[in-house]
């Protein structure tokens, strides 16, 4: 959580807040209430990502405290996912979340149950290529291969 909170943010406004969840009943509780993440119950650490709703920094800012964190950890061999995007409005009721803020996501921490790296995202077919040539100075399509 330490790269999220040192991560920069517009005007240095820092228009988030972290809750860390290490419950194994609340854990149950988001994987439940988090449907695109079921696999957060199985988690033993999930950090809720909550922003201040009247920013207009808080998705931005907040979704790169979001990748700091989560490259940091694959980075120590801990694999780590984003769930949910601002529809987790039961997640904030049950962890008391107050008026002024909302959940943008919550990230599931574990080790990984499989080698990194052999999953079907593996390798760069799986994202949009670069352009042919980028020196051109205009718009061209890019191709996602899957
Ligand atoms: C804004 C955002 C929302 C996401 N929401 C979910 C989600 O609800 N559940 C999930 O399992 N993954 C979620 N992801 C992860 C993406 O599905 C995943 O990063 C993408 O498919 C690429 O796969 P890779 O990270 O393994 O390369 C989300 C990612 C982003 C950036």
């Known amino acids: 959580m330490e790269v999220g909170r040192l991560t920069a943010s517009s005007m240095n406004r820092q228009p988030w807040h972290f809750i860390v969840v290490k419950s194994p009943e609340t854990l149950d509780q988001l994987g439940n209430l988090a449907r695109s993440g079921l696999y957060i119950a199985e988690a033993p650490l999930a950090i809720v990502v909550t922003i201040e709703k009247e920013s207009p920094f808080g998705v931005s800012d907040a979704s790169r405290a979001i990748q700091s964190m989560v490259l940091t950890a694959w980075g120590t061999r801990i694999g780590s996912n984003w769930v949910g995007f601002k529809n987790l409005s039961d997640v904030g009721a049950l962890l008391d979340l107050p008026e002024p803020f ?5 990230l599931s921490f ?6 990194i790296g052999q999953g079907k995202n593996s390798g760069s077919h799986w994202q949009k290529s670069l352009p042919e040539n980028d020196s051109d100075n205009h718009f061209q399509p890019q191709c ?3």
Not at 102 to 106: I, M, N, Y
């Open 102 to 106: 909302e959940v943008l996501a919550v």
């Open 110 to 115: 574990g080790y990984p149950t499989q080698t």
């Open 144 to 146: 996602k291969r899957m």
